[in-house]
T-cell receptor, first 113, second 111 residues
Framework: GQQLNQSPQSMFIQEGEDVSMNCTSSSIFNTWLWYKQDPGEGPVLLIALYKAGELTSNGRLTAQFGITRKDSFLNISASIPSDVGIYFCAGLLWGGATNKLIFGTGTLLAVQP | DGGITQSPKYLFRKEGQNVTLSCEQN?????MYWYRQDPGQGLRLIYYSQIVNDFQKGDIAEGYSVSREKKESFPLTVTSAQKNPTAFYLC??????????FGPGTRLTVT
């Protein structure tokens, strides 16, 4: 199945540092989503982006939907230990009978206190 | 509380046995989905259902079956035909054309 190109694959940072990750695709999406997954748990929705160029914040998280609708980035400011986990981007294709979510390959974030 | 529940959290089965994973949602969502996640990997779509009594195969449907008799429920059966059934299984739901919300997952181990 199709997957989005997500980078970096992993990040090891110190507490307090800012983090940036991004996703790119050759396809255009209606919606971009960012999820965080803790070990052994289901992904939790962090931010949803609906319009090209949209910039949305959720606390220390900021995400943007690319103008071309083919990319998105997620920034985390002033990281804390509980930010540890795997971050997935996902592009949503919908229309007619289709409502399909295409996932990125994930970014593993490790934060050292 | 509104949400998606999956049970059990951990499931162990012997090879050759069919096993059914439960997924229930009280969010009044029309669409439900099943994904499989292997260690260090992303999510792969097994089956999805846009409406009651209808469902479609995803990218890796072989060896799996589903039913959608009620809006709230979308059980997944892992059959003995699935060659590598050990994995983490995630259920999700959404309203049409909108973001998906995930359950806590079921870790299936087949020996």
């Amino acid at each position: 199945g199709q997957q989005l190109n997500q980078s970096p694959q992993s990040m090891f940072i110190q507490e307090g540092e800012d983090v940036s990750m991004n996703c790119t695709s050759s396809s255009i999406f209606n919606t971009w989503l960012w999820y965080k997954q803790d070990p052994g748990e289901g992904p939790v929705l962090l931010i949803a982006l609906y319009k090209a160029g949209e910039l949305t914040s959720n606390g220390r998280l900021t995400a943007q939907f690319g103008i071309t609708r083919k990319d998105s980035f997620l920034n985390i400011s002033a990281s804390i230990p509980s930010d540890v986990g795997i971050y997935f981007c996902a592009g949503l294709l919908w229309g007619g009978a289709t409502n399909k979510l295409i996932f990125g390959t994930g970014t593993l974030l490790a934060v050292q206190p | 509380d509104g949400g998606i529940t999956q049970s059990p959290k951990y499931l162990f089965r012997k090879e050759g046995q069919n096993v059914t994973l439960s997924c229930e949602q009280n969010l009044n969502h029309d669409a439900m989905y099943w994904y499989r996640q292997d260690p260090g990997q992303g999510l792969r779509l097994i089956y999805y259902s846009q409406i009651v009594n209808d469902f479609q195969k995803g990218d890796i449907a072989e060896g799996y079956s589903v039913s959608r008799e009620k809006k709230e429920s979308f059980p997944l059966t892992v059959t003995s035909a699935q060659k590598n059934p050990t994995a983490f299984y995630l259920c999700a739901s959404s309203t049409q054309g909108n973001e998906q919300y995930f359950g806590p997952g079921t870790r299936l181990t087949v020996t």
